[in-house]
């Protein structure tokens, strides 16, 4: 990442931020498949349960590569390039990987304690959608305790996302 005068960049406006992330989404569909086809390629997994957790792990593993290498390699990932924003460190440098990595674990937030919760209380049906939805709606409205409207994620991990627009 060139280094820029962040300070002189505002915060990236949150609906910019949500559809970057909905843009991610469906750009790490291709990411994760491709990974999950060289894995079971690999590996000559012919059955779903065969190698179950080496392939959850393998596909975690990609993931933080992917967002750690990209956050620390310019700020962004193609999703991010798309909607303009960057991520850097709260004093405006480029994120260093221990940061990024930090970053990385704290968005799991976003879904995991809902997820855990549902597991937690054997849910059926469509509590298994609400729990998990009431959970990313509620890390969502954290953006409205920060003076800066910035995740909380991003407080706790020491960085902000910009808009370069």
């Given amino acids: 990442m060139t280094d820029i005068n962040a300070e002189a960049f505002d915060n990236a406006p949150l609906k910019r931020r949500l559809f970057s992330m909905l843009y991610e989404g469906m750009l ?3 990411v994760l498949f491709i990974s999950g086809w060289l894995f079971s390629t690999l590996l000559q997994q012919r059955n779903a349960l065969y190698l179950r957790h080496g ?6 593993i990609v993931l933080t590569g992917y967002f750690v290498w990209f956050w ?6 193609l999703a991010m390039k798309t909607w303009r ?3 850097v460190a709260r004093d405006g440098g480029p994120v260093r990987p221990l940061r990024a990595l930090g970053r990385f674990l704290l968005a799991w937030l976003w879904c995991m304690p809902g997820l855990m919760l549902a597991w937690l209380l054997q849910v059926q049906g469509w509590l298994l959608v609400i729990i998990p939805a009431a959970n990313f709606l509620l890390w969502m409205s954290t953006v409205y305790l920060d003076p800066q409207r910035q995740f909380l994620h991003d407080r706790l991990a020491g960085t902000r996302i910009i808009s370069l627009s």
């Fill in 28 to 30: 790490l569909f291709g």
């Fill in 55 to 60: 392939l959850e792990l393998w596909l975690f």
């Fill in 72 to 77: 620390c390699h310019g700020g962004q990932t």
């Fill in 85 to 87: 924003i960057r991520l």
